[in-house]
């Protein structure tokens, strides 16, 4: 968006295109989440979503200098669309993996360390464009979300509070013997003997 807010009088779009990516995201934010909750596959959806969101950054790095408004505007509804979509998925997969430590917790971090890397990363890729352009800021940034694809694929899933919702433990199920009623005979009286008559 840079390249467009450079441009004498695109300011204007610079800021609708931004406002197309934030709609999307919205969108997509609420699309992304109903998926999971119906198909319950949180990596599977988590890494779909991570890939299709560096497909999205790539195509939006490569066709913001071609200066047709329109593609732009399409790019960016996709980029936003999957990048802010993953953001539920994340925290839900994140929640998923470190059960049971509590929700608040592993959102938490997961939040404070988005705002880090945000601002390191705003950081760099606005020296990068001051330095080299707007083209390579953009590759700055989709190396990195190629670099969280690899890392999210060797996430090992394991879906702790999913499998204690279900009622499926990993544990061995072992019969506990219990004491019946006739071995425990109190004052010579057997509770074991009822017919309906007595009842």
Known sequence: ??????MKGEEVNAGRI???LVVAGMVGSIICGFWLDHTKTYKQTTLM????SF????????TLDLQYLLIVFITAGVLGFFMTGYLPLGFEFA???TYP?????????????????????????????????????????????????????????????????AGVTKMDV????VESPTELVPNGIDYSVHTESRI
């Open 1 to 6: 968006m840079a390249a467009y807010s450079d």
């Open 18 to 20: 931004g406002l197309t």
């Open 49 to 52: 979503v991570y890939i299709l």
């Open 55 to 62: 497909v999205g950054m790539v195509v939006f790095t490569f």
């Open 95 to 97: 929640v998923e993996i």
């Open 101 to 165: 430590e509590p929700e608040g917790t592993s959102s938490g971090l997961l939040n404070a360390s988005a705002q880090i890397f945000g601002i390191l990363f705003t950081l760099a890729q606005g020296k990068l464009m001051t330095d080299y352009g707007p083209l390579a800021g953009n590759i700055f940034l989709s190396a990195w979300i190629f670099v969280g694809i690899v890392l999210t694929a060797l996430i090992k899933s394991d879906l702790k509070r999913h499998n204690v919702n």
């Open 174 to 177: 072992k019969a506990v013997p």
